[in-house]
């Protein structure tokens, strides 16, 4: 099954039918398609042996079929007909998928096309299920190398506009057996990556774009960085866990601030996506049981990046502010008590540049977690003051900033807690009282 001979000694080569042959040669492709299916019934394939049917198919696809002097309408014949074979029953090495992997580089894209069409035929969760006994005793390695090699060529196919316009049902279908997947062995080196691959290759502004599939391609990528998807009992996490979900708010934050360059973008879209990645760190939160936790604080830092880093003519910007602090004021109902507010606190002064935004952050999330404070014990008001003095951390080289801005957006609540958190360094009570007047004054 060869699409081109050579002609004489030389490198010559010509194609073995013309164009106007197709219809003939596809019949004949149809009966070598038809005799290896009978093979591969009666020989079913070892997991990932060299020398099954549909092993040694592929590797002929990729060192003869594919070679880009095979003419365009060869290779469309062999595509179409080479799909009908029982992919279900192949098992593809490390090796195949990288292979798959550099064929969206090639700028035959037909080779691609093919690709996407026989990937959501594979059996995938028996190749994952298997992968793990039959490799990882000699390589530790190769089901993170598997997991990502899936994860990656799942972005790529989303992100083609012709082969999602064509087969969009068959690679959603497969998107959504991935998402059941555990991601736990994708380490956080393969994650970046690919991470990075995604945002070379995307249009930015798909991102405030509801059912693009950009936003399909986020939500995987938030599961392979183990952010679930609703909220959950407790459930171990790998080691490169945080690293990850860190990697993908940064990734999404990235791309929202590119749209913020363009005037000519609405911008009610900003806030569905925003309030989207905020409530993927709530739910990661509440599901944790730790919600104060570093992790959850550096997650916070880089979702308040929409205000450091937005593009200072942009007319978006007061919508990002105005649309972060919405979303802190409203929490998840799923859970009986606010879980952001104290590590929003932290986050605010740890990375916000700017005080009026600080301030105005601090006074949502102080807002937030006095709001929803259920009737209890005498000293229950006392104890959540405690919290919040324990966490606010005020620059202290930019205090005076810090109350003007304060008093410009009327945040009272930050204005408390800074003179409360003021007073265990006064000498005397005339200090104190001080304290007071001088706010009240300003």
């Given at each position: 099954m060869t699409p081109i001979k050579q002609t004489d000694n030389t490198m010559n080569f010509q194609p073995c039918w013309n164009d106007v042959d197709s219809g003939i040669a596809s019949d004949l492709i149809g009966h070598f398609v038809t005799c290896i299916k009978s093979l591969q019934n009666r020989y079913p394939s070892l997991s990932f042996s060299p020398d099954d049917a549909m092993s040694r198919l592929w590797n002929h696809y990729k060192s003869y079929l594919s070679q880009s002097i095979?003419?365009?309408?060869?290779?469309?014949?062999?595509?179409?007909r080479l799909v009908e074979l029982p992919w279900e029953l192949f098992f593809p090495t490390q090796h195949v998928l990288t292979q798959m992997i550099e064929m969206e580089a090639d700028s035959i894209e037909e080779k691609f096309i093919f690709i996407s069409r026989i990937l959501p035929q594979i059996?995938?969760?028996?190749?994952?299920?298997?992968?793990?006994?039959?490799?990882?005793?000699?390589?530790?390695?190769?089901?993170?190398?598997?997991?990502?090699?899936?994860?990656?060529l799942n972005i790529m196919m989303l992100s083609k506009k012709r082969i999602m316009e064509c087969q969009d049902n068959l690679i959603l279908e497969l998107v959504e057996k991935v998402l059941s997947f555990s991601w736990s062995s994708l380490s956080a080196s393969a994650y970046t990556q690919i991470i990075q691959w995604q945002e070379d290759h995307c249009n930015p502004y798909m991102i405030l774009e509801e059912k693009s599939c950009l936003r399909i391609a986020i939500k995987l990528l938030r599961v392979a960085s183990e952010f679930p998807l609703?909220?959950?009992s407790q459930q171990e996490e790998s080691e490169g866990a945080a690293e990850k979900r860190s990697c993908c708010v940064r990734f999404e934050v990235s791309l929202i601030l590119r749209c913020t360059k363009r005037s000519d973008i609405s911008l009610d879209l900003y806030s569905v996506s925003i309030r989207d990645l905020y409530r993927t760190i709530e739910v990661a939160a509440i599901s944790d049981g730790r919600p104060a936790s570093p992790d959850t604080v550096t997650l916070l830092s880089e979702f308040l990046n929409l205000l450091n880093n937005s593009h200072p003519d942009s007319t978006a910007t007061p919508t990002i502010l105005q649309t972060v602090l919405q979303s802190i004021l409203s929490p998840h109902p799923g859970s009986s008590r606010p879980v952001l507010p104290l590590p929003t606190l932290s986050a605010a002064c740890r990375s916000l540049a700017s005080m009026s935004h600080m301030t105005a952050v601090i006074e949502s999330a102080l807002t937030t977690h006095f709001h929803y404070l259920q009737p209890g014990p005498a000293d229950q008001m006392s104890r959540m003051w405690s919290e919040v003095l324990a966490t606010i951390e005020i620059p202290t080289l930019s205090i005076d900033e810090f109350v003007t801005s304060s008093l410009s957006n009327r945040a009272l609540l930050t204005l408390?807690?800074?003179?409360?958190?003021?007073?265990?360094?006064?000498?005397?009570?005339?200090?104190?009282?001080?304290?007071?007047?001088?706010?009240?004054?300003?």
């Open positions: 095979v003419p365009g309408y060869i290779l469309t014949v062999f595509n179409t059996n995938w969760s028996a190749v994952v299920e298997k992968y793990g006994s039959h490799f990882a005793p000699t390589d530790p390695n190769a089901p993170s190398d598997l997991i990502g090699s899936l994860l990656l609703k909220i959950t408390h807690a800074h003179a409360t958190k003021q007073l265990p360094l006064c000498e005397s009570l005339v200090v104190e009282y001080g304290i007071f007047t001088q706010r009240s004054e300003e």
